[in-house]
């Protein structure tokens, strides 16, 4: 659905997504939202991820989600466990969240809650190493995962996606003595594109690294709204 | 660089790209040549998949790979050592090959060698769950790739690479006793999106299942040219 090799028309709808992306950022800073954009590969653990977040920053901050997906709700589910505002926003045929897409959600997080109350929007994308590093939907920071499954070479292969992110966080670092994987030729090859993005092991199963990402979350996280 | 929501403009851009696939698949047939179009997320093991693949079969059969990456010739190099000719296309911020830049590489193949003399042609797409499915670049049938390690719901979320694939491998099984997975769901879930997709649990590093994919390989492929 998509992809015009028109340049020219290539540029024009990236730079309507950007016209968005910023209005969606206005309306955030307007009510003191700080808002993380989390990319990744299907599979890479966004969600797991959000899980631990959710169940460790709850008390602290008043958090809402946006969830993408193609299809379903099975992750908005998981996630609504947590007593949190869970936006769904099915892209269909889409791979990836668009600015327009996210306006609509935060629309709703508009006419269904007071939007000033909250702290921290986390907007987990659809799974998807490519397009959705070149879509901004309005985040004050792009959150990128890469799972040690998917091998050492995945940073030169797909470099969009680690040139944008802020914080990449190499995830399932429990399955890491499974797998002829080097650590430490991941993040040399995410330096190569990226030299100041911050680098952060984590394992969602074991909570290797959680304590440094919850650690980044906070310091661009300012409490605003009252907490729950 | 893409994603209209123009749904006519979508739709006239799938209906060029399929008519580019009919003729490519009108010169492959002319040639004798079977291609399959191999689809997975990032780091689900396509490349190492190949390489068991060309191991084993190049002795019966003469193959040819067209590698779908947006940067890099890693993957392309890995395979050249099998001694086959391996035609790079680096899609740069393109998520996915299509039939026009397929038309490319069989224009290539055509140039450097005689087509008539292969059997085989492995299209490597670049490491996308999504949008690889919708764009068909001439192949005679879809090869999917589910790693183990990306969990059991998506074929329900990613549902149009199931729907459309012919062959789904499901990969790494060497890491599913480190894993909270379910096999058998996993498959339910396939078999939710397709009743006919044959589907095959495979690990290229133990060789589990590799014997079932190369004879489904074996039996979609006729010698056609000459052995090399």
Redesign the interface.
Same mark, same amino acid.
């Given at each position: /659905? &998509?992809?015009?090799?028109d340049a020219a028309l290539?540029i024009n709808?990236?730079h309507a997504n950007q016209a968005g992306a910023e209005h969606n950022r206005a309306h955030l800073d307007a009510w003191g939202i700080t808002c993380l954009n989390i990319m990744s590969?299907?599979?890479a653990g966004k969600t797991a991820l959000l899980e631990r977040t959710l169940a460790a920053l709850t008390a602290d901050f008043r958090i809402a989600v946006i969830e993408g997906? /193609?299809?379903?709700e099975?992750?908005a589910d998981r996630l609504r466990q947590y007593g949190v505002p869970v936006i769904a926003i099915n892209t269909g045929?889409?791979? &990836?969240l668009?600015s327009?897409m996210v306006s609509g959600g935060l629309h709703r997080l508009e006419h269904e809650y007071n939007p000033a109350e909250f702290d921290l929007l986390l907007v987990e994308n659809?799974?998807?190493?490519?397009?959705p590093a070149?879509?901004e939907v309005g985040e004050h920071a792009k959150v990128a995962l890469l799972?040690v499954?998917?091998?050492e070479?995945?940073p030169?292969?797909?470099?969009?996606m680690f040139q944008e992110a802020d914080c990449l966080l190499i995830t399932?670092m429990?399955?890491a003595p499974?797998?002829d994987v080097d650590l430490e030729r991941i993040i040399a090859n995410v330096r190569q594109m990226n030299t100041t993005v911050k680098i952060i092991p984590v394992s969602a199963k074991t909570g290797e690294g959680l304590e440094v990402w919850l650690d980044w979350v906070r310091s661009v996280t300012k409490p605003t709204g009252v907490p729950a």
């Open positions: /659905m &998509h992809q015009t090799y290539g709808l990236l590969s299907p599979g997906d /193609m299809t379903t099975l992750d045929r889409s791979c &990836h668009d327009r659809v799974g998807n190493l490519v397009c070149e879509f799972s499954t998917e091998g070479d995945k030169l292969k797909y470099p969009i399932k429990d399955l499974y797998l």
